[in-house]
């Protein structure tokens, strides 16, 4: 659960962080009218997303007459497409310095991460890609509640030689270090950022921005701090700069589901490659299907085949849940092939293969792009399904010309999933792509 940034603040402030004084957060400039405001303020929007300063999305403003004129255009933007809901009125504070500070987790060894620069305040990617030496990155092998002083002590080392008008605040900086990773243990974050940590001409450090992300696994311990501070804990809220399009959709309809591509809806497929997406049983299945395509691609044909999302269907569901999933993957640019597997598991083989063949049917009728599948059921319902399944062919045999499904264990999967991408390289040879 990705914070917004007045939220993230309130929770660095519980934790000893200063920040700037919060006047108001506002849903329409009249409310303007009701509060007491000293000029001038910072008006910032608030959306899950970062880079609004560059978006339009931060601004200074000097009477009441410019703060109603900024906030009246700043809800008519987007930021890179997401609309602004809330605008945070927050005292402006004056800038000698700016820092970048923030603890994250290594995503491939879980390790937490403390990044620390004197160039802050602008975008830290551009900082590593141009400047990778004033940069202070160190990973914390053991999972200590708090920070060391000494590895605090290295950080600001690191930013006093970068910038030495920080020597003079080097106490409070080594302190501001310590709280931050404290935010990030006690709140049990995934991500915590500050860009930038302002120190102002008298020498006080404040957070001007915060990204927080929680780790929503733990949502349910962290229940009392964040009640404190307004928060629903089971409030859907997500990371929206991190989920793909297809991520969001399948979010929205409510099922696993990850893209294994990099910018799935705007990628360049690459003609040699079948794409196969994956709709299996049970999250377990989920993995094993992605390593089973990638083993029978490498076996059977040169490592041309590329497995292009995870997706856990298990744990029953519903008829137009099991369409909404293959809808979703017919409608993603880079498939030209599904594999889709029912093994044992509570899930009904029954309402699966009837939610399948309702979404070729529809998009059938729809003339929308269909895609060819092969899987196989074994499980619960299976006789009902295998019924259904043959009655639908014989009523309807068009829309479900491409639909394979072996009903039994006849078949191992292995043997499935090449039977497909046999097909998928038959297919796409014939069309020259399908997509
Ligand atoms: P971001 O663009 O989404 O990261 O939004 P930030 O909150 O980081 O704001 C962008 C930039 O606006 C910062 O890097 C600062 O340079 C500036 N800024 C933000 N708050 C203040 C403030 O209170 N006073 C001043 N002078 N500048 C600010
Ligand atoms: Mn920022």
Known sequence: MRLYEY?????FERFGLI???QIAIVEEAEQLDDLSVSFPVMVKAMVLIGGRGKAGGIKKARDIEETKEIINSM????????PIEKILLEEVVDIASEIYLSI????????????ASASGGVDIEEVAKQNPEKIWKKTILENEK????????EAVGFLVKSNPNLESVSSNLVIAIQSLYSVFQGAEAKICEINPLIVTNNNTIIAADAKVVLDDNSLYRQEPLLASIGIDPRGKRHDVSEQTFFEDKAYRIGFPYLDLLDK??????DRDKLYVGLVPGGAGYGIFSIDEVVNVGNRYFDGKVVPINFMDSGGGPSLSQVADMFHLLMDHPATDLIITSRFGGISSCDIFIRGLIMSLRDRY???QRMIPIFGRMVGTDLAAAREYLEKAKSETPEPLKDLHIVVGNQKIMADVIKDGIEYGFKIKNQKGDIG
């Open 7 to 11: 939220e993230a603040k309130q929770i």
């Open 19 to 21: 920040i700037p004084k």
């Open 75 to 82: 809800f008519e933007l987007s930021i890179h497409g997401y």
């Open 104 to 115: 994250t987790t290594d995503p491939a060894t879980f390790d937490i991460v403390i990044v």
């Open 146 to 153: 708090e920070l060391s002083s000494s590895i605090a002590e």
């Open 264 to 269: 799935p809806d705007k990628f360049e497929k």
């Open 365 to 367: 009728a729809k003339r």
